[in-house]
């Protein structure tokens, strides 16, 4: 069969069980290792409460000489690294990565082991509109993975979990290493030293803030995030180890 990305997403568990190789549990995760013919070829699936969390499968196509056992290993320590359970959300950080991780599990993982209507919808029609106000109208609305659910009790459980994980991070303020960490990721992810809005976008990444110019303006930016003494410290001292590291 030729398969492609649309006809892999559609792949249901049972199905997958009868087209994998082998399978595993990895942290409430069942994931699939498939051969498919053609360019996806020896590929990663992930199912939860037996739906495809299909954004976070692997195809060997992402990946270039690996042999099949070298790519097993390349799924499943990623997969360690992307997926958690539920008591390691509430769990402490250790870096501003973790923290990362853990967002990105809950906001676009976490949600598809339901089922749900997506908001997002590109130019839609009058009529698509009218049948999405149809379809959602007794539905519950979840601000995690900007989707309409029909288990209310599921979504105040999602939504209770990203605030357990945002009280964890509110517990880093004064660490000063996480803090400088966390500001030089997203410097370099914000490419600080040619951005003429550089910490403008950097510091919109750690919460709402107002475009402002002059020589206050950190200032003034930490004043609106009300950073702690840490957390500003810690700022000027990713902006020193940036600039040390970075060559213009």
């Given at each position: ?16 069980i009868?087209?994998s ?15 498919f013919?053609?360019g ?8 939860k ?6 954004y976070?499968?692997d ?20 997969l360690?690294?992307i997926?958690f ?17 853990k ?13 749900y209507?997506?908001i ?5 029609t ?18 995690v993975?900007?989707?309409?659910y029909?288990?209310?009790e599921f ?8 605030k ?8 880093m ?7 400088k960490n966390?500001?030089l990721?997203?410097?370099n992810?914000?490419?600080y ?21 002059g020589?206050?303006?950190l200032t ?8 702690t003494n ?8 990713a ?10």
């Amino acid at each position: 069969m030729n398969w492609n990305i649309d006809m892999i997403r559609e792949i249901t568990e049972e199905e997958a069980i009868k087209l994998s190789l082998e399978s595993e549990c990895i942290k409430g995760h069942n994931v699939y290792f498939v051969d498919f013919d053609g360019g996806f070829g020896y590929s990663v699936l992930v199912y939860k409460n037996n739906h495809h969390i299909h954004y976070a499968n692997d195809y060997q196509l992402h990946h270039y000489h690996e042999t099949t056992e070298e790519l097993k290993k390349i799924y499943i320590n990623r997969l360690h690294n992307i997926l958690f359970t539920e008591s390691e959300i509430s769990e402490p950080l250790h870096s501003y990565d973790e923290y990362n991780q853990k967002s990105r599990y809950l906001r676009n993982y976490y949600g598809m082991q339901q089922e749900y209507i997506t908001i997002f919808c590109i130019n839609p029609t009058k009529e698509q509109k009218a049948d999405f106000k149809r379809k959602t109208e007794s539905m519950t609305y979840n601000p995690v993975s900007f989707a309409y659910y029909d288990d209310a009790e599921f979504v105040k459980h999602h939504i209770e979990l990203l605030k357990k994980l945002e009280e964890q991070k509110e517990q880093m303020n004064n660490n000063f290493e996480y803090q400088k960490n966390a500001f030089l990721y997203e410097m370099n992810n914000h490419e600080y030293g040619i951005n003429w809005q550089a910490d403008y976008d950097v510091l919109s990444v750690f919460g709402t803030i107002t475009y402002t110019e002059g020589e206050d303006e950190l200032t003034h930016y930490f004043d609106e995030l009300n950073f702690t003494n840490t957390q500003r410290k810690a700022y000027y001292k990713a902006r020193k180890e940036y600039f040390a590291k970075t060559e213009f």
